[in-house]
């Protein structure tokens, strides 16, 4: 397994939209090792998520893992892969809260998400599976799903106010009114 590099706003591979991964790939001991190295990468930098194109590979996948100690969250997220993930909205309702990215080092800002979505995807072994998330697992898919489509954090604030450094942030905490904690 390797930690892999990670790709920065302003470099174009960030901004790119990615394309769904070929089915025919799944099974291949590259692809396999492209997961594990994500799972290894995400790990490295304490992420709760990370997607392809954030470490140079414009494919439609993403991973999650929310440790169940995390108090973001009410329930943890064991080490989840999203292959040729679909997601859909459910109601109407979104809420703010913190979040930061590996493709943004050192920054976090608020930002409104859908409170709860409907997210169909594939796992690993190219099988199909789905899942109806609300609150921070429901941020943290939007917020990878969003990469494959080359958006970041920043496109979804309202504005900049509340853009912060990581450290001015856990000293004085968010800027603006938020409903729920932080995703990566
Ligand atoms: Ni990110």
Redo the contacts with the bound molecule.
Sequence with gaps: MAILKVGRIGHPVVRGTAKPVPLAEIETPAFQRLVDDMVETMHEYD?V???AP?VHVPWRLAVIEILPTDERAEDGVPVTVLVNPKLTPLGKRRVRGV??????PGFRGVVPRHERVRLEALDRHGRPWSVEARDFYARVIQ??C??LDGR??LDRMEGLRSLAYQEEFDRFGPQEPVDEGD??
């Design positions: 992420g998520g990370l997607a954030q979040e930061g990215c590996l493709s943004v917020h990878e969003d990469h970041v954090y995703a990566d």
